[in-house]
């Protein structure tokens, strides 16, 4: 059965290399990878952020087509799809007491294998109401005692037994007012006044600001959403940074670069750091700016420079969490466009780490980009939603919303749903294995060439 159910999510083969024109592939994939069946079956998967305003984790769940955005998919069948999708991604959760990875699923799915393993990796279950059995308690019992967290969805009728195991409970924010998201914090800690509260489904950041104001232990959804940014002047700190990037695409000499450079000490010194890290492998110490700008070459250096700017912001722990989201957004990128845009790995990867710019430095794209030199196509992708990135750049956006993609996107990205579950779990390994999201790890990454 797990075969089957392997085959479902993951297909039964890796896809070929196109041979003819990209539009010619997609049409001919079509046909049989998007069925309803297969698109039923698209993870989505969100940054879980703590009360602290750090990021914590991961939510990963199932989502339907045709169905409401925010009603999951917790029939036996799709639960066992979804343990079995994430069940590469447990490792980096298991080495990791700092990060939690939350996972929706129904009753029905308690007795399955998976769940001891989960339950190993102390992960936190976060359990859909309806199809409690007689043996359901007794269940989570057992898991509970193997290390398993149990979060339990309000408002919503749970026998007295179950409240009393729980460690923690979830509100969704999805058509609710901040009136009753505290009625919700105020309930829960009525049952349970050591338990966590989760908010799930946030739009936007006004309401995650007030999820944090009332005490929320953890939030997930679109945190950083603005529908309008002031357009005004950036912060003196970004545009200095956004010079030298203007510099360095334009292909200026070292030593112009260098002197740019200079006038911020701490970025000369994280620049040095950069060229005379292991991962450089040089003999001998790099000691000035204008050698470490030829050490790292102008495509690890671009990238690096993009990443410092999430260093910029004045809300540090803030700048870190959309850091890690451009990151996963740009890594996604590269993977979904592997084999309808082979040789731009690094215009898609720029534009996923440029696509979170507008709420680090809370401005309008536009106006950060106006006086930026890039690529047009990550221009066109970022500011027109046009262009060969930009479907990309959309799927990989989708991939953190609780509405799915549609199966128009899918076919524009000539990406099978089983194929775009494959990519999104590839990333999340990738990026939760690494024991720090740091520059150097980017900027030594072997797709500049």
Same mark, same amino acid.
């Given at each position: 059965?797990?075969?089957?159910?392997?085959? *479902?999510?993951?297909?039964?083969?890796?896809?070929?290399?196109?041979?003819?024109?990209?539009?010619?592939?997609?049409?001919?994939?079509?046909? =049989?990878?998007?069925?309803?069946?297969?698109?039923?079956?698209?993870?989505?998967?969100?940054? #879980?952020?703590?009360?602290?305003?750090?990021?914590?984790?991961?939510?990963?769940?199932?989502?339907?087509?045709?169905? &409401?955005?925010?009603?999951?998919?917790?029939?036996? &069948?799709?639960?066992?799809?979804?343990?079995?999708?994430?069940?590469?991604?447990? =490792?980096?959760?298991?080495?990791?007491?700092?990060?939690?990875?939350?996972?929706?699923?129904?009753?029905?799915?308690?007795?399955?294998?998976?769940?001891?393993?989960?339950?190993?990796?102390?992960?936190?279950?976060?359990?859909?109401?309806?199809?409690?059995?007689?043996?359901?308690?007794?269940?989570?019992?057992? *898991?509970?005692?193997?290390?398993?967290?149990?979060?339990?969805?309000?408002?919503?009728?749970?026998?007295?037994?179950?409240?009393?195991? =729980?460690?923690?409970?979830?509100?969704?924010?999805?058509? &609710?007012?901040?009136?009753?998201?505290?009625?919700?914090?105020?309930?829960?800690?009525?049952?349970?006044?050591?338990?966590?509260?989760?908010?799930?489904?946030?739009?936007?950041?006004?309401?995650?600001?007030?999820?944090?104001?009332?005490?929320?232990?953890?939030?997930?959804?679109?945190?950083?959403?603005?529908?309008?940014?002031?357009?005004?002047?950036?912060?003196?700190?970004?545009? &200095?940074?956004?010079?030298?990037?203007?510099?360095?695409?334009?292909?200026?000499?070292?030593?112009?670069?260098?002197?740019?450079?200079?006038?911020?000490?701490?970025?000369?010194?994280?620049?040095?750091?950069?060229?005379?890290?292991?991962?450089?492998?040089?003999?001998?110490?790099?000691?000035?700016?204008?050698?470490? #700008?030829? #050490?790292?070459?102008?495509?690890?250096?671009?990238?690096?420079?993009?990443?410092?700017?999430?260093?910029?912001?004045?809300?540090?722990?803030?700048?870190?969490?959309?850091?890690?989201?451009?990151?996963?957004?740009?890594?996604?990128?590269?993977?979904?466009?592997?084999?309808?845009?082979?040789?731009?790995?690094?215009?898609?990867?720029?534009?996923?780490?440029?696509?979170?710019?507008?709420?680090?430095?809370?401005?309008?794209?536009?106006?950060?980009?106006?006086?930026?030199?890039?690529?047009?196509?990550?221009?066109?992708?970022?500011?027109?939603?046009?262009?060969?990135?930009?479907?990309?750049?959309?799927?990989?956006?989708?991939?953190?919303?609780?509405?799915?993609?549609?199966?128009?996107?899918?076919?524009?990205?000539?990406?099978?749903?089983?194929?775009?579950?494959?990519?999104?779990?590839?990333?999340?390994?990738?990026?939760?294995?690494?024991?720090?999201?740091?520059?150097?790890?980017?900027?030594?990454?072997?797709?500049?060439?």
């Amino acid at each position: 059965m797990f075969k089957r159910l392997r085959a *479902l999510i993951f297909g039964s083969k890796a896809p070929e290399p196109s041979t003819g024109t990209a539009t010619a592939a997609r049409a001919a994939d079509e046909p =049989a990878s998007f069925t309803p069946e297969a698109l039923s079956h698209l993870l989505a998967v969100e940054t #879980v952020v703590d009360r602290n305003g750090r990021s914590a984790g991961k939510f990963i769940r199932l989502r339907q087509h045709g169905a &409401h955005p925010h009603v999951s998919v917790h029939s036996l &069948h799709e639960d066992a799809i979804l343990l079995e999708s994430i069940h590469r991604l447990l =490792a980096p959760f298991c080495t990791s007491d700092n990060r939690i990875l939350l996972v929706e699923l129904g009753a029905a799915s308690l007795p399955h294998p998976i769940m001891d393993e989960l339950a190993a990796c102390k992960a936190v279950l976060l359990l859909a109401p309806g199809g409690l059995k007689p043996d359901t308690l007794q269940r989570l019992q057992q *898991l509970k005692t193997e290390g398993l967290r149990l979060a339990l969805c309000l408002p919503c009728s749970w026998p007295q037994e179950l409240l009393a195991l =729980a460690d923690g409970f979830a509100f969704s924010f999805d058509g &609710h007012t901040p009136v009753e998201a505290a009625e919700f914090v105020e309930t829960s800690r009525r049952i349970s006044p050591k338990a966590s509260q989760i908010v799930i489904d946030i739009g936007w950041r006004e309401e995650y600001a007030w999820c944090r104001s009332i005490g929320c232990h953890y939030a997930a959804g679109r945190l950083f959403r603005n529908p309008d940014w002031p357009d005004e002047p950036l912060d003196p700190g970004f545009v &200095h940074v956004l010079d030298i990037l203007n510099k360095v695409r334009q292909e200026a000499e070292p030593a112009e670069i260098a002197r740019a450079m200079k006038s911020d000490p701490l970025l000369s010194f994280r620049l040095l750091a950069q060229a005379n890290s292991a991962s450089q492998g040089l003999a001998h110490k790099v000691e000035s700016i204008e050698q470490a #700008v030829v #050490v790292v070459g102008r495509c690890r250096l671009y990238r690096w420079l993009v990443l410092l700017l999430y260093a910029k912001g004045k809300h540090p722990e803030e700048g870190l969490i959309l850091q890690e989201m451009a990151q996963v957004r740009a890594e996604l990128m590269v993977r979904l466009g592997a084999r309808y845009l082979p040789g731009e790995d690094e215009g898609l990867y720029l534009t996923g780490l440029f696509s979170m710019l507008e709420p680090l430095m809370q401005r309008p794209l536009a106006r950060i980009l106006a006086d930026v030199d890039v690529q047009t196509q990550v221009r066109q992708a970022l500011l027109e939603n046009s262009g060969p990135y930009a479907p990309f750049l959309a799927l990989a956006e989708a991939a953190e919303q609780a509405e799915p993609p549609s199966r128009d996107l899918l076919a524009a990205c000539g990406i099978a749903p089983h194929d775009f579950n494959r990519c999104l779990l590839d990333t999340l390994i990738d990026t939760e294995s690494a024991e720090q999201e740091t520059i150097e790890r980017v900027s030594t990454s072997p797709r500049c060439v």
